[in-house]
């Protein structure tokens, strides 16, 4: 019978319309076979298949990838890609006990699973940022012989949280992709080429005196080396999974470019300068993350039910304002582009 799953496997295989979706369906079986069988996908016997139960599918495949906060998404693609290979199972007569019918729509399909993935989009605020860069210098890890990877991982999520750049990208930057550039102004600039998401160019800007402080502490003097060559993805979906249970606020790599779009937008106003922040097509993309982060001080209810007495501002010394203007980064921003736009500073 091995035999004969092989060839229904690489019909299967045979049958998918294109290179890439052969590669992630491929992906998808392996996995759900390796996680739920112990098995190559060319293993599984009609034994395995007639003894499979919705509880195996939940406790052995979709709950440890949640866990490892893989989204709904995600999860829902790999079963469609087994009950894909289940189809061809059917068609090909090989396991003529098992009710293929019965396994697709009650085994291996979970209505329970999300497609729109909202906790993927919980955003991290600047408060709870300067939070996680403390927790990850203090934090314990292991092949750490000098002491210096809780410094670079606060480089890694303050970087993420600047640039916006995704983590499926942030690994594969290397000091080559940095460029010099001179703004109209005379400022000078790091600029920097990533491909990210879609195989997309994606172009950022960093301050000369930020890109020095990241090769600092993080170059060692081979500029095709990665960027942050010495962290890991999963090392950092630990600490962030740590933090959040410290914080009680559910926190993911990508909480990191929610956040950061969500701050820009308050500090600005302008959906545009986000949408190109974030690299989108469509605005109504831009829009979803900003909506999606609740401020109570932005909602309408909570300006209407509180009386304002702007005169109490009149009343404070100059030492008073710069304080207050200071403990806001969208404060000052507003206060110093006003100020440009009325031509008081330079």
Do not use: C
């Amino acid at each position: 019978m091995e035999r004969e799953m092989h060839e229904v496997y690489l019909t299967w295989i045979n049958s998918l319309a294109t290179a890439n979706t052969i590669h992630n369906y491929k992906t998808s079986v392996t996995l759900f076979s390796k996680m739920v069988f112990n098995k190559e996908p060319v293993e599984i016997s009609e034994y395995d298949l007639n003894h499979l139960r919705f509880s195996d599918v939940l406790n052995k495949f979709i709950a440890p990838l949640r866990e490892k906060d893989i989204k709904d998404s995600t999860i829902k693609g790999h079963l469609i890609a087994v009950r894909s290979l289940m189809k061809m199972i059917k068609k090909e007569g090989i396991y003529k006990s098992v009710n293929i019918d019965d396994l697709n729509n009650y085994v291996l399909t979970n209505k329970s699973l999300k497609t729109n993935d909202v906790k993927h989009h919980e955003a991290i605020s600047r408060e709870e940022l300067e939070q996680l860069k403390e927790f990850l210098k203090e934090r314990r890890y292991r092949n750490d012989p000098d002491e210096t990877l809780g410094i670079k991982y606060a480089l890694l999520v303050d970087f993420m949280f600047r640039t916006g750049v995704r983590v499926s990208a942030i690994f594969s930057i290397k000091w080559e992709d940095f460029q010099f550039v001179i703004a109209h102004d005379g400022t000078r600039f790091a600029r920097l080429d990533v491909i990210d998401k879609g195989k997309k160019l994606n172009t950022k800007y960093l301050e000369l005196s930020y890109y020095n402080k990241l090769k600092e502490k993080l170059f060692n003097g081979d500029k095709n080396e990665f960027v942050f060559n010495s962290l890991s993805h999963e090392t950092l979906k630990n600490a962030l999974r740590e933090f959040s249970k410290k914080i009680n606020h559910q926190l993911t790599p990508h909480s990191l470019r929610a956040g950061a779009a969500t701050t820009l937008y308050y500090q600005t106003k302008d959906i545009m300068l986000v949408k190109d922040f974030l690299d989108h097509e469509s605005i109504v993309n831009t829009e979803k993350y900003i909506h999606s982060q609740q401020d109570p001080t932005m909602t309408g209810a909570a300006m209407l039910t509180t009386n304002y007495d702007y005169t109490e501002i009149d009343k404070l010394s100059k030492e008073q304002l710069l304080m207050l203007i200071h403990s806001r980064p969208e404060i000052e921003n507003t206060v110093y582009r006003t100020g440009k736009e009325h031509k008081v500073l330079k």
